[in-house]
């Protein structure tokens, strides 16, 4: 079975402009979650998606945003970026995300701002 | 954040040998735990995990012990290996939230030959 797949890999974006990064989660997952990962603030939560609904949400600003397709694919925006969004975002993926199975993640796109 | 720290711990030990890596969490209130594993360049990858209503969990070669009384979770890896090296994770999640984990700052292992 194919993980989490992830793109792109690589993302090199300007300050100010927005970006749009996309996750297939494993087939038959319908819980699809976001993270930022830096060395400073390690793996913090962005949100979680389930049927298409966002279940949970982070400590992010509202320039941080999500959705999830009828077939669980799932892309996250990010707007007026700053130089602090340059990361490593992972998303997961779970087939219910409730507590009873674990998150799968994928490989991740680096984001660099400059 | 939750999650903190520029300089991750650093657990060195010799192949063949046990491994233990400790984690403290941080909610009491956290009904589910896990270990993820990260190497460099990939993203977390799902060790063990374990429900607030067991103490001991064991895996291939790895073991999961939880303290709820003193908030401690710990993974013991045995025989370690050199593909063991990497950053191991540990992450708690409320009830009904394991979407929202809340990650530990990391131990990084490094085994040598």
């Known amino acids: 079975k194919a993980g989490v797949t992830q793109t792109p890999r690589y993302l090199i974006k300007t300050r100010g402009q927005q970006v749009t990064l996309s996750c297939s989660p494993i087939?038959?997952?319908?819980?699809v979650s976001w993270y930022q990962q830096t060395p400073g603030q390690g793996l913090q939560f962005l949100f979680e998606?389930?049927?298409?609904?966002?279940?949970n949400k982070g400590n992010f600003p509202g320039r941080f945003s999500g959705r999830q397709f009828s077939n669980s694919r799932s892309e996250m925006n990010v707007s007026t970026l700053e130089l602090g969004d340059s990361a490593l975002y992972l998303c997961a993926s779970s087939l219910a995300g409730t507590g009873n199975s674990p998150l799968h993640f994928g490989n991740g796109t680096r984001l660099t701002v400059t | 954040g939750e999650s903190v720290g520029l300089h991750l711990p650093t657990l060195s030990v010799q192949e063949g040998d046990n491994s233990i890596i400790n984690c403290a969490y941080s909610?009491?209130?956290?009904?589910?735990f896990i270990w993820y594993k990260q190497e460099s360049g990939k993203g977390p990858q799902f060790i063990i995990d374990i429900r607030s209503n067991m103490d001991k969990r064991q895996g291939q070669r790895v073991t999961v012990l939880l303290n709820k009384t003193v908030k401690h979770l710990s993974l013991q890896i045995a025989a370690t290996q050199p593909g063991d090296s990497a950053v191991y994770f540990c992450a708690e999640a409320l009830k009904g939230q394991g979407g929202k984990l809340i990650f530990g700052q990391g131990t990084e292992l490094s085994v040598k030959p």
């Open positions: 087939s038959g997952h319908r819980s």
């Open positions: 909610n009491s209130a956290s009904d589910y």
């Open positions: 998606y389930f049927s298409e609904t966002q279940r």
